[in-house]
C-alpha cells in the first residue's frame, strides 16, 4: 500500500478439467517498503503504452534474427486461442480506452508466451537459449506495462470518484 508498506502478489492458478478450466487468482499478502505515492501517480498511461510498444517490437526483433517461430506448429496458437475465447477481463466501467488497451494486450501477450515457453521444438541448443531468454524478457516487459496499466487505471478510477459532480 502507498506510503503504508505491504504489498499483495497475485498466484495465478489453472483448476478444472481440460476445455473447461478456470483460473483462480489469489492474492497473497507481504511486508514491503512503503512506496511513495508520488511513484505511482506519476505512472502515466503514454509512456507505459510507448515503452510496451518498443519492448514488443524490439523482441520481435530479436525473434526475427533467430530465424524460428515463437510458436512450433499450429496448435500452441489454437490453445492460446481457446485459452482467451471469450475471456472477460472483469474489468471496471469507465477506464480509459488506453489502460483497458495496454491491459489487454499485455493480458494477450502474457498469455502467447506462456505458451510459446511450454515448447521447445527441434532447435540446435543455442536458438533455444536464445529463444528462451527472449520470451522471457518479452514477458518481464509485458507484465511490467500489465501491472503498470493497472495501477494507473487504478488511481484515475479513484481520481474520477473522489471529482465532485
Do not use: C, N
Amino acid at each position: 500500500m502507498p506510503s503504508l508498506g505491504g504489498v499483495l502478489v497475485p498466484r495465478l492458478e489453472y483448476y478444472g478439467p481440460a476445455g473447461d478450466e478456470g483460473l483462480k487468482l489469489t492474492l497473497e499478502p507481504h511486508d514491503s517498503d512503503p512506496v511513495p505515492i508520488h511513484r505511482l501517480e506519476a505512472l502515466a498511461l503514454a509512456d507505459i503504452d510507448r515503452r510496451f510498444r518498443e519492448a514488443l517490437l524490439a523482441h520481435v526483433g530479436v525473434l526475427e534474427s533467430l530465424h524460428i517461430a515463437p510458436f512450433l506448429g499450429s496448435s500452441a496458437r489454437e490453445r492460446v486461442d481457446e485459452r482467451l475465447d471469450g475471456a472477460r477481463w472483469a474489468l471496471p466501467p469507465g477506464l480509459r480506452p488506453r489502460a483497458m488497451r495496454i491491459i489487454t494486450t499485455a493480458g494477450l501477450v502474457v498469455a502467447a508466451l506462456d505458451e510459446a515457453l511450454t515448447t521447445s521444438g527441434g532447435l540446435d541448443a543455442g536458438s533455444v537459449a536464445a529463444r528462451e531468454r527472449t520470451l522471457r524478457s518479452l514477458l518481464d516487459e509485458a507484465e511490467l506495462a500489465l501491472a503498470q496499466a493497472a495501477t494507473a487505471a487504478a488511481i484515475g478510477l479513484a481520481h474520477d470518484a473522489a471529482r465532485p459532480r
